[in-house]
């Protein structure tokens, strides 16, 4: 009975800690069940906190040993726009506690930062949705062009030069290399100072494949050159498709602008140059262009012969160098454009106007004829942006033409002078024989190095005696317009016989330029020299050569567009056997002083029919007999070397 007792007794303990551990389990389940009431409870207080100023580098675990002993529940780590860590971070708690207790951290460090702790009220689902990062434009990004195409265009970009560097200090960096048809430095517009970005275009595309090489990564003014080939933006423009003929010719035009070859510096307009004559004779433009008188071609060949010798006085008197103005100007200015085919309404006032919009105008100068103008900017990047954008533009309806004016065209503080009286009449034989070349004064040197120029060579030879000239032969270059090519030979013309002799003994086999010099006189006279090619000369007589006539001018044309300079005594048109003439005429004059007059008129830039005349002075025998006995001379030489050439030989009969 003891024992039963002692085993219910057991029994009943076992089944009530077996219903006491049911009812734990039931506790815990309400427990559970209480808490996950709380959770989902959405009146409940928030209990949360925000930390800012943490390093950009903390991890969540940094974050909750900051944070000991409390247990957050859950950590948010934040980012920014460009999604990188922000330095806030949300933290959720449990209890009131908690919260009471991270607030107690606020102005803690962690590390060496500052780390501000408040209480965070709103919930994630009230707080704004993270920004998505903004997307900003894509940098705009200039390709390089392949190196292949350097070969091509010649055009170099550099960066990263010197804020101090100017276009001088690039041409003398890349003119070893090579020619240099342009060195562009880039300016602000509107600080006017230098971008430290440059263009340099070769003139041949080898150049620039060289100074590419050797000066990529090289120090320049304390600074790393970056030298990379540059695209052609011109030439991809000109190209592009979807455009009207029109705007192709037009592209083309202006892509060309700057090109020598398509310059003629003393151009005039014909519509011009009729408006004013007719406003200087107090006629109507009608009565100029009157097509029932006698010869309008003619009367168009005065009147611009006349705006012409206008506009030069005018030019001089406002301290312009004629000189310069050369057929065969080598050098250009690069801040003074020469502005043509004007219209006759135009003003000085608005063509300063035009050219303001592009830079500060320093000088203007526009003669009464209004048929050209010169134009002086303030820097070399002003003056070409002009250039650039008002090249072929239309003014008044009418395109204007563009050129650079030749360098050094404005004296350098000369004053204004007064219109200069006409000068007396000279004695032109006098001036004749004064200028007269003496025989045996010439030495012909040959061997001479293709880079030689002709001031290395009067250096050489001055050394001897006074020099008159100096001129080194040239050809046209075939591959650059408007470029010349040595052809390795000289004339170099002494003042006194005496200074050749001596020359001869002691420059024979003088070593320039790595070529050792070949000298012999000369049975011809110097050609003057390249200062003077292209401008009036001293008189030789009173005959003159009339070259580039057009097949429409008539004999009876010539007598009276010569006659007006004087009395003449013949006028000769070589003619063909169909009759037609030969595009040339002889025209002689009763005295040296009136063909004189003719010849300084008219040599500039006069036309007759649409083609510019080229007067030139003829030898006492230069008749049309004495070109037909020439030519006649030369056909037969031809014909005994053809007879040469062709002749049999004659077999060795052993």
């Known amino acids: 009975a003891g024992a039963g007792a002692g085993v219910g007794t ?36 928030r209990l949360t906190v925000k930390l800012r100023g943490l390093p950009f580098k903390a991890t969540e675990d940094e974050v909750r040993e900051f944070l000991l002993p409390v247990k957050p529940r859950a950590i948010r780590m934040t980012l920014d726009r460009m999604n990188r860590p922000s330095g806030r971070v949300f933290v959720d708690l449990n209890t ?102 440059a263009f340099v275009t070769f003139v041949m595309a080898p150049h620039a494949v060289a100074a590419y090489t050797a000066l990529d990564g090289q120090i320049f003014q304390g600074r790393l050159l970056h030298v990379l080939p540059s695209r052609n933006r011109k030439a991809e423009e000109a190209s ?9 010719r037009e ?43 006698d010869s309008l071609a003619v009367r168009m060949s005065l009147a611009e012969t006349n705006v012409v010798a206008e506009n030069l006085e005018f030019l ?28 006759y309404a135009t003003t000085e006032p608005e063509l300063r106007a035009l050219f303001a919009k592009h830079g500060s105008v320093v000088r203007l100068v526009l003669p009464p004829s209004r048929t050209v103008a010169l134009v002086e900017l303030s820097t070399p990047q002003d003056a070409r942006a002009a250039f650039r954008g008002l090249a072929y533009r239309r003014f008044h309806n009418e395109p204007i033409y563009l050129e650079w004016a030749p360098a050094r065209v404005f004296k350098a503080g000369a004053p204004i002078e007064e219109p200069a009286k006409p000068a007396p009449a000279l004695d032109l034989g006098a001036v004749h024989d004064e200028d007269e070349v003496e025989a045996g004064t010439t030495l012909f040197v040959k061997n ?25 032969a040239t050809k046209k270059d075939p591959k650059n317009a408007g470029g010349l090519l040595s052809m390795g030979f000289a004339f170099v013309e002494f003042q006194r ?16 330029d790595d070529h050792a010099l070949e000298l012999k006189v000369s049975n011809r006279a110097a050609a003057p020299s390249a200062e003077k090619r292209g401008q009036v000369t001293a008189a030789g007589g009173s005959k003159l050569i009339v070259r580039n006539l057009a097949f429409e001018a008539t004999k009876r044309d010539m007598q009276q567009l010569f006659s007006t300079f004087g009395q003449l005594k013949t006028v000769r048109i070589p003619t063909k056997a169909d009759g037609t003439h030969r595009g040339f005429a002889f025209v002689d004059f009763l005295t040296k002083q009136e063909a004189k007059n003719a010849f300084e008129a008219m040599a500039g830039s006069t036309h007759l029919y649409g ?28 014909s005994a070397n053809e007879a040469r050439r062709t002749r049999p030989k004659i077999a060795d009969p052993e």
């Not at 009943?12 to 734990?24: D, L, M, R, V």
């Not at 030689?452 to 008159?468: Q, Y």
Request: proline fraction near 5%; charged fraction near 35%.
């Open 240 to 248: 592009a498709d979807g455009k009207t003929f029109k705007q192709k």
């Open 251 to 293: 592209s083309e035009q202006k892509a060309a602008s700057g090109d020598g070859y398509n310059w003629n510096t003393l151009f005039v307009r014909a519509d011009t140059v009729a408006t004013a004559t007719a406003a200087a004779h107090g006629i109507t433009k009608g009565e100029v262009l009157d097509p029932e008188a």
């Open 10 to 45: 057991g029994a009943s303990k076992s089944k009530s800690a077996a219903k006491a551990t049911q009812h734990n389990d039931s506790d815990d389940d309400e427990g559970d069940d209480e808490d996950k009431e709380k959770k989902e409870d959405p009146s409940a207080p």
């Open 497 to 512: 016989k005496e200074d050749v002799q001596e020359a001869l003994k002691t420059l024979q086999g003088t070593n320039l």
């Open 611 to 638: 083609r510019r005349l080229v007067l030139e002075w003829a030898k006492d025998d230069e008749s049309v007999d004495a070109l037909r006995a020439k030519t006649a001379r030369k056909f037969e030489d031809t």
């Open 96 to 197: 009131e506690a908690d919260l009471t207790a991270c607030l107690s951290r606020s102005g803690d460090y962690m590390g060496d930062r500052y780390i501000e702790v408040t209480r965070e009220t709103s919930g994630p689902e009230d707080r704004p949705a993270p920004r998505e990062p903004e997307q900003r434009p894509p940098k705009k990004v200039y390709p390089a062009a392949p190196a292949d195409d350097l070969a091509e265009t010649g055009r170099l970009f550099v960066r990263n030069l010197s804020y101090a560097c100017t276009e001088d200090d690039l041409k003398k960096l890349f003119s070893p290399f090579g020619p240099l048809a342009e060195a562009t430095l880039l300016i602000d517009k509107e600080t006017k100072k230098s971008k430290a970005l």
């Open 316 to 343: 001089r008197t406002h301290g312009v160098d004629l000189d310069v103005f050369d057929t065969r100007v080598k050098e250009r200015s690069d801040t003074v454009i020469l502005v043509k085919n004007l219209p």
């Open 448 to 472: 001479l190095n293709f880079t030689t120029k002709e001031e290395d060579l009067a250096a050489v030879f001055a050394r001897v005696g006074a020099l008159r000239s100096v001129r080194i």
